[in-house]
């Protein structure tokens, strides 16, 4: 074996050998992990996997590095604060139809009245084509990384905002809301994942929570805009926020976690020593990413088919888990509120129209309960543990739709008195704070609960969300004439009850667990979460 190369780059030491005449290889000793890595082209990027099976690696058992250090966190949420000014400029779309509906829902004097069948496709079109953005956010981010695709996605909010703030018809309204819809779900899985994968084990609940608490604060950020301003003005108001998120992201570092996938090992060390603040705990982090590449491929070689991939226990168990749970939370009204948050109340309130000033303040408050609980919530997920908090929320969710279901059947559609008025609001206000943190539950699973393998499908599941979130809400206007809103609350309340069944019977506990711990516990036969107590270990299995 002759040596040809030798260097030192920023502590990894690598070394070019030549193990016959036509091949050359490199050597690179990372944390007493020595990888014999075959050289690739600048193009290789491109590849979908890396040949992980040419990769040797010996590793020697040691610890995990346990000390925090206060700059590494600093830095991770540095990452985290670029992507809230994304996320929250992202949760502007999501709650523009309640500023823009009530200002041309049948008004005859404005040039783009619309009526009911007309403001349904206006809200629900949005969710129609968010799809559209987290199908294409699959191949995008595997292919150039969870912070190239973040930065693509700025491009159609911006392009969006401008159509609906320049609207002549009805048509560049909704030509807008698709593209903005579609903004939305190019981020909304890297976003996640960029998150999950650069965050400590002991952060990662909170730090991942964190884009759908900005989405809340989008959401009250154009409610306040809409109860103050013309419509056309909130939109251009909407440029502001992916404007300032582009540049915050541009200096933030892409996910180790992707790079060491793609082959990019010296990037990925540096990315994790800035994340980390030690380049010790960086070395000792992605040594353990790399043996799971490599254990993935020895699990998995390219000629499986997407079947086996998909049936196999660590995939099979939270795709089903996370997708049942969209359905049941879509059901439990946590968006419905959001996009008819005005319609709604007046309804149960029996405003008139000389109240529109009440209602829209009234969905204002709303959106300020959300965001108070959405963060309190984030907090608490660095205290408490997540099953918990999910089964909490899901659970006093229900009982108060249902309370206030009950209690709307017993008034029927008679004028409410000030008393009356005061229950419903409190009921309501209660419903929506337990109901508003399961906003953050699907992007929580979706970035703890993934294997590495198959984390970039989360676009094709927030795919499937949307899809239903679309259907739900175009169908609203018809469900509200057929069950009226004591039959709304009601179905809300079942839902909710019904995830917190969900939880109790599949959900383990992940706080403090590692991803990679995660992933082990889906590899075991049990299905069902048997004790509140149980541990991530191969003796624990039913």
């Not at 199908?135 to 159509?163: E, F, H, N, Q």
């Not at 991939?309 to 009204?333: A, C, D, E, R």
């Not at 009850?497 to 706080?511: C, D």
Request: positive net charge; glycine residues 4%.
């Amino acid at each position: 074996m002759a040596i040809t190369e030798r260097c030192d780059q920023s502590n990894v030491e690598c070394e070019t050998v030549s193990l016959d005449e036509s091949k050359k290889f490199k050597i690179i000793n990372i944390n007493q992990a020595t990888i014999l890595d075959e050289p690739r082209s600048k193009f290789d990027h491109k590849a979908q996997l890396i040949e992980i099976d040419k990769l040797l690696i010996n590793t020697q058992n040691g610890t995990k590095a346990k000390s925090v250090s206060r700059i590494g966190v600093w830095h991770q949420v540095q990452v985290t604060l670029a992507l809230i000014l994304l996320t929250a400029g992202v949760g502007m779309p999501i709650g523009y139809s309640v500023v823009i509906l009530p200002q041309l829902l049948n008004h005859p004097n404005d040039s783009l009245a619309m009526d009911y069948e007309m403001a349904s496709w206006v809200a629900s079109i949005h969710s129609a084509a968010t799809p559209i953005g987290s199908l294409a956010s699959v191949p995008i981010m595997d292919a150039y990384g969870r912070k190239t695709t973040l930065l693509l996605s700025v491009a159609p909010l911006i392009v969006g905002w401008s159509s609906i703030a320049l609207a002549e018809s009805h048509s560049m309204i909704l030509i807008g809301r698709i593209i903005c819809g579609i903004a939305v779900g190019l981020m909304s899985a890297p976003a996640q994942i960029l998150l999950a994968e650069m965050s400590q084990a002991n952060l990662r609940g909170m730090l991942v929570s964190v884009p759908f608490v900005s989405y809340s604060s989008g959401i009250l950020l154009v409610y306040a805009l809409g109860s103050l301003l013309h419509w056309r003005i909130a939109a251009w108001c909407g440029l502001l926020l992916p404007i300032f998120s582009f540049m915050a992201i541009s200096v933030a570092p892409e996910s180790p976690t992707w790079l060491a996938r793609k082959g990019y090992y010296d990037k990925a060390r540096k990315a994790l020593t800035w994340l980390r603040d030690s380049d010790e705990t960086a070395k000792a982090e992605l040594k353990e990413t790399i043996e799971r590449i490599e254990n993935e491929k020895n699990q998995i070689d390219k000629s499986q088919s997407l079947e086996r991939v998909i049936t196999q226990p660590s995939v099979l168990k939270p795709l089903i888990l996370i997708n049942v749970f969209n359905v049941l939370q879509i059901l439990s009204g946590t968006y419905i509120i959001v996009f008819y948050a005005v319609d709604i109340i007046t309804e149960i309130c029996n405003f008139g129209d000389t109240m529109e000033i009440s209602t829209m303040q009234s969905a204002v408050i709303t959106a300020v309960i959300r965001l108070l609980l959405t963060v309190i919530y984030c907090v608490l997920l660095l205290k408490c543990h997540r099953r918990k908090l999910y089964l909490s929320s899901t659970f006093f969710s229900g009982i108060f739709a249902l309370m206030l279901s009950l209690f709307l059947y017993i008034k029927g559609n008679t004028t409410k008195s000030f008393h009356d008025l005061i229950i419903i609001g409190i009921l309501m206000l209660l419903y929506i704070s337990f109901n508003s943190p399961l906003m953050l539950v699907p992007g929580i699973m979706v970035g703890e609960l993934l294997p590495l393998r198959v984390r970039h499908w989360s676009g094709i599941i927030f795919t499937a969300f949307n899809l239903m979130l679309f259907g739900i809400t175009k169908l609203f206007p018809t469900l509200k004439a057929m069950l009226k809103s004591r039959g709304l609350f009601l179905m809300f309340g079942i839902s909710s009850l019904l995830a917190s069944l969900l939880f109790y019977m599949f959900l383990p506990e992940t706080k403090n667990r590692t991803l990679n711990e995660i992933e082990d516990y889906y590899q075991q036969r049990n299905w069902i979460w048997q004790s509140r107590t149980r541990k991530f270990d191969k003796s624990d299995q039913s």
